[in-house]
């Protein structure tokens, strides 16, 4: 994906950034368990995709990180996930 379908998509995208072949996006959440609830609910949205984002889980945050690693960076599922994610 070229570096301007890149920023064409991610201005369709709320919070997220697009770096080093990757996106990425901090959720935050009032207490631990809100993030693990949506953790959970982002799981499993990413399965019924068939897509898995990387998620750092810590107290009141979740970091979600989206790239496809077999095309070595963003394809077009990154960015239907992610706006899957957002509807979480």
């Known amino acids: 994906?070229?570096?301007?379908?890149?920023?064409?998509?991610?201005?369709?995208?709320?919070?997220?950034a697009a770096i080093e072949g990757k996106l990425?996006?901090?959720?935050?959440f009032d207490d631990f368990m809100g993030a693990v609830d949506f953790v959970n609910r982002v799981a499993a949205v990413a399965e019924s995709q068939g897509h898995h984002p990387d998620?750092?889980?810590s107290w009141g945050r979740v970091v979600v990180t989206l790239t496809t690693h077999s095309a070595g960076g963003l394809t077009s599922n990154d960015f239907e996930l992610a706006a899957l994610i957002d509807q979480v």
């Open 55 to 57: 998620l750092q889980v």
């Open 24 to 28: 990425s996006k901090v959720f935050a």
């Open 1 to 16: 994906m070229s570096n301007e379908e890149v920023a064409e998509r991610l201005r369709r995208l709320s919070g997220w």
